[in-house]
């Protein structure tokens, strides 16, 4: 392996990062926050050691095959994520090194949990930059890094896919480069967009800011303790729910629509099926909200339960309520709440969990082995849109969707082996692997991962790592195979 | 500006892996998906998944402000097809199709109506690399530059050879008052751009460039018969053959063409007039040896079936054929048949790759020919008043390791450069430089070798 080329596209991405902590380096100081000491170290660290591993490998030139490409994108995450977590262990209010790590990596992963117990005392910069590695992580490192920098030429297609959700991604220009660039377009477009909503509807800048960072990112860290309960109201409520609901979509939908091409919404066969499940779940809760009295009016059911479903679907995990008080009076509350963790946002969006297409075409595979059954002689296809999926692709995705459960399964047992309740083993699996953020019980909206043990720290670290990579990437590096020559 | 190209095979890998390299928008199109998700991992295109002839398809790949569509699929009808909906879409877009059918393009007239710039027919470009061989026998590969004034001819050098063992400062002593250039000596898989002190070697491939008018001289020198080739034997009667017969026959050269199907043979026999038409296996050795083989200047096998080619090829050649030559569908052949013995391979992909690239060309760049297969080139354009290079003797430029200007081209003259040599601006200058020393070469020159 060329060790040295990989180490040359690592620094790289790593000195993007080290010159992103200017702007809460810059914050710190104007506003002059007591947190600019940490910014101006980590800055320091990260920029100085990616410099010098980038000079000392900068004529190293050559190609990434396929190993290399599966190295670059793990390495690249695991190591973006420690020298985003330098801000947080400098500035002490988080702990030991493994709290700042979980901050950094649940930031990145766009999760959105925290092991912060009090979130709104943290100086301005350090929110802020909690906003801009959710950011930043939503549409990608790599992706970023294939924008900006020119040294990802050739073998930039396969870091994209590794980073770009979905089991089918397709480049909306011929060149990774331009794809990678319009995307990031695309991002900031809409991200400003909702920036400017918040902050009309009163918001304060700064909030608006940092809330639409980790809404587009679907990431879900939020600047105030009670995340969007108490201090947001009814209209920046509804621009949250909206921008949440765009982030879960594909983003070449998108760009198309920026384009002028609105129908291409409609064409979509993904985009219908997420809509109609996100309605048919809103329906569902805020029904039986109203009906077991937990809301009194029909209007606060439906303003509460299309909040929480959007939010848990596209995997950002804002809440606009407590929802764990509604557990006890609507069992179907928590339930769905899994389930809909589970689907997770669209091919190509902001947005975790195992892909709306992967449970659609899972199903229609099922579907077609009852249908076969039945009718032995017949030829029938899997199509999404109108169109054939190919067998190697419904090979891949059924692939994926036992991976992912038994990995949740793996997890979940070494959690309740750590002494957790069947409720927070559950969901502290699922939400860190879906990249969502609260969970249910010991870790539940109002809580935080604060109180979970070292080792479950860091067995929820890989889980949202192996969520936002898509599992295959990571785990890769742990079969012997992928060492061998 | 997007480039569309449809049929990725051969012809179309290689094109669109060298625009993707100078930084150009391509879309791929092609109807086998696998062979497409197979070639994403090398190139950074863009990749279709369709029948290219399709208007829908061809405007999702975005003809409409596409700057050129090379159809280069298997299929004639498709290609045409493509063109014509693309003149539809976007008139303005150059367009290139590769046909394979002779028919075609005995009635070019027929096919105006499509707007086609430029049509491949990548057997007939592999007949005219054959012929361009042949003249140049018993060279091995002949590459053309400023019009074919300057040659670059490769030879193998032979054990025992008046070269085997020199060292190059030390060929004029081979032949008083003459000393040639070598360009570049090929060994094993590498290639090395030499110095004077560098030895010669048997089993090297030695490229020298030379002046048209001086090629007797250097064959002398090489120690090689040069009596010019007269008698060829072709195995393999399909239209390629028919084809290189039919030019050969013109030529004045006598031609004995062996094919397989006895209904083949009478049309063969039908469509030529002083060839003699074979009947008969390529590899049936008796038949070889009854109709004289080793009396044979030259031996091409140009049946579809690659394998036998290279087999036939080797039996002709044990059976006494001094210059042996097969066509070969599959590039990585190219360079394998010269280490078992075989004299030349040509493959119809490399040469309508030539052609089309040569169609490309533009700006400063004059002509880029590959050579062997992928890994240096050698390129024709024209010097800048701007460039470091211009204004100074050779010898104390910095030239790039892997570069070697081999000949200088003026209005009236041609000439292979000494160390004194001062290139002035405007003039043809013609380099060869391996493949990691282009960009380099670029640079001295300041002159971008794009080809579109």
Known sequence: ?485 | MKIIIIGAGDVGFYIADKLCREGRQVVVIDTDNERLMSLEEHIDAQFINGDGSSPELLKRAGIEQAGMLIAVSNRDEINLVACMVAHYFSPQTLKIARLRNPDYQRYPDAFKSFNIDLFINPEYEACKKIENLLEAAPAIDVVKFADGRVLLVGFRIEAEALMDGSKLYNLNKIMPGYAPLVAAIYRGRNVIVPRGADQLLAGDIAYFAVLADQLPRLLKLTGKRETPIEKVMIAGGSNTGLYLAQQLEQKGMKVKLIERSQARCEELADQLSSTTVLCGESMDAELLEEENVSSMDAFIALSKDEEDNILATLLAKSLGVHFGITLTNRLDYVSLVSSIGIDAAVSPQLAAVSRIMRFLRRGKVRSVEAIRARNAEGIEFTALESSKAVGRPLKEIDFPEGSLVIAIVKENEVFIPSGDTVIQPGDGVVIFATRKAISKVEELFSVKFEYY
């Not at chain 1, 959105?112 to 350090?126: D, E, R, V, W």
């Not at chain 1, 490192?141 to 050739?154: E, F, K, Q, R, T």
């Not at chain 1, 995340?227 to 070449?252: D, K, P, R």
Request: with cysteine; proline share 3%; glycine share 10%.
């Open chain 1, 1 to 485: 392996m060329n060790i040295r080329l990989i180490i040359k596209l690592l620094a790289a991405l790593n000195l993007v990062l080290g010159c992103t902590m200017i702007i809460p380096l810059v914050m710190a100081f104007v506003l002059k926050q007591p947190d600019i000491k940490a910014f101006a170290v980590s800055l320091t660290i990260t920029v100085v050691l990616s410099t010098a591993a980038y000079l000392s490998t900068r004529k190293v030139r050559g190609e990434l095959n396929h190993r290399h490409g599966f190295l670059v994108v793990s390495l690249g995450w695991l190591s973006v994520c420690f020298f985003g977590a330098l801000p947080f262990y400098f500035g002490g209010q988080f702990g030991d090194f493994t709290n700042c790590y979980f901050e950094s990596v649940s930031g990145f992963t766009t999760t959105g949990s925290t092991i912060l117990t009090k979130i709104s005392t943290l100086p301005k910069a350090t929110l802020f930059w909690r906003s801009i590695i959710q950011w930043y992580g939503g549409m990608g490192i790599i992706v970023l890094s294939l924008a900006i920098l020119p040294l990802l030429g050739v073998g930039g297609m396969q870091l994209f896919k590794a980073e770009v959700p979905g089991p089918v991604t397709d480049k909306i220009q011929p060149r990774v480069r331009d794809t990678a660039k319009l995307l990031w377009r695309v991002y900031v477009i809409i991200t400003a967009a909702q920036v400017l909503f918040l902050w009309l509807g009163g918001t304060s800048l700064f909030d608006s800011i940092c809330h639409s960072f980790t809404t587009m990112a679907t990431g879900g860290f939020s600047t105030k303790d009670d995340s969007v309960m108490s201090s947001f109201g009814l209209y920046n409520e509804m621009i949250i729910t909206f921008f949440m609901f765009l982030g879960g979509v594909n983003f070449a939908l998108h760009y198309m629509a920026l384009k002028g091409d609105i129908k291409a919404y409609f064409r979509d066969g993904e985009f219908k099926v997420y809509t109609g499940i996100v309605v048919t779940a809103t329906l569902l809760l805020a029904v039986v909200l109203y009906l077991v009295h937990i809301y009194d009016s029909p209007f606060t059911a439906l303003r509460y339960s299309v909040f929480q479903v959007v939010s848990i679907m596209t995997t950002t995990g804002y809440n606009s309520a407590d929802y764990e008080l509604w557990t006890v009076a609507a069992p179907i509350a928590p339930v769905l709440f899994i389930l809909l963790m589970f689907i997770g946002g669209t091919t190509g969006s902001t947005g975790g969990g195992m892909k709306v297409i992967r449970v659609w075409l899972a199903i229609k595979h099922g579907y077609r082995e009852l249908f076969l059954l039945i009718h032995p002689r017949a030829v029938r296809m899997v199509k999404i849109g109108g169109k054939v999926v190919p067998e190697a692709i419904l090979d891949s995705v059924i692939g994926f969707v036992v991976l992912y459960i038994l990995i949740f399964i793996f997890a979940t047992i070494i959690m309740s082996l750590l002494g957790y309740d069947f409720m927070t083993s559950v969901t502290s699996v699922a939400t860190t692997l879906s990249n969502v953020g609260p969970g249910l019980g010991e870790v539940g909206p109002t809580d935080n991962f604060n109180g979970i043990a070292l080792a479950g720290k860091w067995l929820l670290i890989a889980c949202m790592l192996i969520g936002r990579l898509e599992i295959y990437t990571l785990i890769l590096l742990l079969v012997p195979e992928f060492w061998r020559r």
